[in-house]
């Protein structure tokens, strides 16, 4: 029987294969009385499946090299190391355990029981007799993973198979299934709720990332047309790589520029390799997740300077860390306080004004860097003026600092700001009389204009780029900046969406900061784009407040 399930499609592209189940084994344990005799060679049993667990981990560890996977898959694997140690926890207190993590209301930490879980899943496994491994794909098939939830230590030992996609019951946009897709570079779609139940093992199974959609034991059509769609896809991937070097420009000459997101320096290869005009954003972040000890300002300084480096000579925006919120703590000591609601706490900026110390240290590390480069500095979840003149006073302490001890810096670096909370873009010229630039964060700007939660699946119909109220914001901000002459980019996963291309090209935007994956696509579109011809169209949207005239203006839009 066909059937579709829907989900949140965190890695776009078509897969077309073969489902494979990964086993539940929490489920799946049979409960039985032992004789008390039996208790010291079932405590034994355990032991010896930590160990080979221990060792598994290990070894993937030790298997993974710098192009073997991406930089986020050793810290997971970390986690799962701590988790493993603590073996009473484990044994007898995961129940426990799950019960706590389920009552935490930051969307992100709630989803790292599944690490919990994943652990004990090995250790059963072990126990069972099944090891972790999986049956070689078959070249010829794609092979499709079901699973309740992955974890990153899977997913490589799942690599050498060529697996052409993934698929988990659980898992928002924030969960790591999601992080680790992206990396991958494969389609996959999270949060279906019941495909591991509702699939068997070798069912044909289509995946739509791009759709949120997948598509079980299709029937002959609809496999002929997404076979026909797959190839599309392939082909338009192929051909897009031809503009890799092609000057992203306006039919009537506007000139654009197209910038890369990225989280930590191993990301620039790929941003070069797409040929980006820069870093708009670097996520400095990511620099102090999954680790027991703060980055120091050396260790900092090289992975600003590579990047500043690396991109020779191009704009290289670091974001000074946004922690708080969805990205809490992960293992540094200071940032364990829960908030009891994070995304409206002490983040981003606030963050940072609150721990001067830590601050100090990432500023003297970036204005380092920038005698590498040509490095700026943005700020990140700026809404008031106070805050920007601290932040400005703390640059400048920091750069008397190296003067003194007459360490090079760009003496002139530039400061910009985020507008990503709707106040900011309505008190916008108190930033614009203070910063050099600034830029957009639209995935944060409609998570709290439409007080969406953006990392909780449960709330995600509700997330809505094309909301009429967000149109307007977004609209309003880049104009007010375009007519302020501050240069403004919009940094926001918006940027990457060729969907919305030609409105925000419409409303005067020239600065696109997206991840490398979509860099292409948005510049196909520039390329055939006449801003002239849409302007007219983009002023009707701007005016609307009708969502369904919003739709079909944006469907003219991009005809
Ligand atoms: C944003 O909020 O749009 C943004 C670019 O920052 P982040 O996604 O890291 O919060
Ligand atoms: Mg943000």
Partial sequence: MSFFLHGIGVSGGIAIGRAQLVSHATLEVAHYTIASEQVEPEIERLTQALNAVQREIESLHGA?????????FGAFLDVHW?????????????????EQFDLIEDAYLRERKADVVQVVERLLKVLLGKPGAVRPANAEEQTVLVAHDLSPADIIQFKGHHFAAFLTDLGGVTSHTAIVARSLNVPAVVATHNARALIR??????????RNVVIVNPDGAVLHEYQLKQGEFALEQKKLQRLTTTRAATLDGQHVELLAN????????RAVEAGAAGVG????????LNRDELPSEDEQFEAYRQVAAGMDGKPVTIRTFDLGADKHKQGVDGLSRVAPNPALGLRAVRFCLAEPRLFHTQLRAILRASHYGNVKILIPMIVSAAEVDQTLTMIARAKESLREQ????????????????????????????????????????????????????AVSHLYDPLHPAVVKLVAMAISSAVKGGVPVAVCGEMAGEVQMTRLLLGM???????????????????????????????????????????????????D
């Fill in 281 to 288: 954003l670097f996520r400095s972040e990511f620099l102090f």
């Fill in 82 to 98: 701590m988790i493993l140690t603590a073996e009473w926890a484990l044994t007898q207190q995961m129940g426990v355990l799950i």
């Fill in 64 to 72: 993974m090299t710098a192009d073997d996977a991406p930089a986020e």
């Fill in 262 to 269: 990225i989280e930590l320096p191993e990301d620039l290869e």
């Fill in 508 to 558: 005067g935007l020239r600065n696109f900061s997206m991840h490398p994956a979509y860099l292409l696509s948005v510049k196909q579109r520039v390329l055939t784009t006449d801003v002239t011809k849409i302007t007219p169209l983009v002023e009707r949207m701007r005016r609307s407040d009708d969502p369904n005239k919003l739709a079909q203006l944006l469907a003219k839009l991009n």
């Fill in 406 to 457: 007459g360490v090079p810096f760009d003496a002139g670096i530039e400061v910009g700001g985020m507008i990503e909370i709707p106040a900011a873009v309505l008190a916008i010229g108190m930033f614009m009389s203070r910063l050099d630039f600034l830029s957009i964060g639209t995935n944060d700007l409609i998570q709290y204009t439409l007080a969406v939660d953006r990392g909780d699946d």
């Fill in 201 to 210: 093992d070798d069912e044909l199974v289509i995946v739509d990332g791009a």
